[in-house]
């Protein structure tokens, strides 16, 4: 685990980004009390696409947006 300052720490953040990416615990400290921790980001899953499937390709007919015969009376 590596605690550092928050001085030590705006002057060497690229050095230390580094390490918590190679694992390494990094706490800065803000007197004598750790105040945050330096850890990489999980990689997330990519987002599932909803109706992505090739299977689901449906044939809409040429007549969709016709009027219907049964609603005549209310148009």
Do not use: C, H, W
């Amino acid at each position: 685990m590596i605690q550092v300052g928050i001085d030590q720490a705006t002057d060497e953040l690229a050095e230390l980004i580094d390490k918590a990416l190679d694992g390494e615990q990094v706490d800065i400290l803000k007197g004598a009390t750790a105040r945050v921790r330096l850890q990489p980001i999980r990689a997330t899953q990519q987002a599932r696409r909803i109706g992505g499937s090739p299977s689901l390709v449906i044939a809409i007919a040429d007549d969709f947006n016709a009027p219907l015969a049964d609603f005549a009376d209310y148009m």
